[in-house]
């Protein structure tokens, strides 16, 4: 990582935080067959995943025959990643990097992909410029986020009343479900842009359940949960908060969650 970034700190913080999430791999995994039906992957095509975490997305695309490059900040991921390449017997170039900084030259993939990944890149600005400049002229990016108003986004904002503010000039992740945000922020270099809503589904025998299961495997409430190891009432407050929230949207041992799919091409 380069010594001079500012936020080099936040982003040591998140490669260590996110290093538990493998177990929830299983849960994103329809949704990036979604994601990669929603940036219609075509064989052939150069695919890069943006924060790949265990390659869900990637290994996806490269069963669809594309030719798959995929990039975490979290070296534990990128070797659950590898493996899961290996089961799938499909050949991925994987590399350990930042979503601000990708190692690649200019153009030199046909789609670009992030899911619930590049949301967490500190500067909004920064990794969509990324994103798009190793992205050819009319290609395709494509990412899945968590709208604000949806159990994600609103586990987002009890976390922010709990925990420490964001350090300056770090965007709150939840702002990426926004589509007015979204399209302010890609702007004028892309056109066509196609948003679409869906729900995942996941199983859990109680909100107590999910809430311990997100404690366990999800980069910010782990570090949250932390932070507030010798705050023992804060900390109950915080966990009834969250399964009050999850009962909202917990029905046959299975718990909404909706997020944003968002295809835009390159002008």
């Known amino acids: ?17 996110w290093a ?20 219609r992957v075509q064989a052939g095509q150069r695919v890069l995943d943006v924060g790949c975490g265990t390659g869900v997305v990637a290994v996806t695309a490269a069963r669809a025959g594309a030719h798959a490059t995929a990039l975490d900040l979290t070296p ?23 979503a601000e900084s990708l190692p690649f030259d200019g153009g030199a993939f046909d789609v670009v992909l992030s899911q619930f990944a590049h949301i967490f890149a500190p500067r909004p600005e920064v990794a969509i410029a990324e994103m798009l400049r190793v992205l050819k002229p009319g290609g395709t990016l494509a990412f899945a986020t968590w709208p604000p108003e949806l159990l ?15 350090p300056p000039g ?20 892309v056109k066509d842009i196609v948003f679409e809503r869906a729900t995942m589904r996941v ?5 107590q359940h999910f809430r311990i299961n997100l404690e366990r495997t999800a980069g910010p409430l782990v570090q949250l949960v932390q932070s507030l190891t010798d705050e023992p009432e804060k900390l109950a407050a915080l966990r009834g908060e969250l399964e009050g929230l999850t009962a909202e949207y917990f029905e046959n041992n299975t718990v909404r969650q909706g997020y944003l799919l968002t295809r835009a091409t390159k002008a």
């Open 1 to 17: 990582m380069d010594s001079k970034d500012p936020f080099e700190s936040f982003k040591a913080a998140q490669k260590a935080a």
């Open 20 to 39: 538990s999430f493998a177990p929830l791999a299983t849960l994103t995994t329809p949704v990036a067959a979604r994601l990669v039906r929603h940036a």
């Open 76 to 98: 534990a991921l990128l070797e659950v990643a590898r493996e899961n390449s290996q089961i799938a017997g499909v050949s991925i170039d994987w590399r350990e990097g930042d």
């Open 152 to 166: 994600v986004g609103r586990m987002f904002a009890i976390r922010a009343r709990y925990g420490p503010p964001l």
């Open 170 to 189: 770090v965007a709150p992740p939840v702002l990426w479900g926004d589509p007015a945000v979204v399209s302010q922020r890609l702007g004028q270099s």
């Open 203 to 207: 199983p859990a025998l109680s909100p």
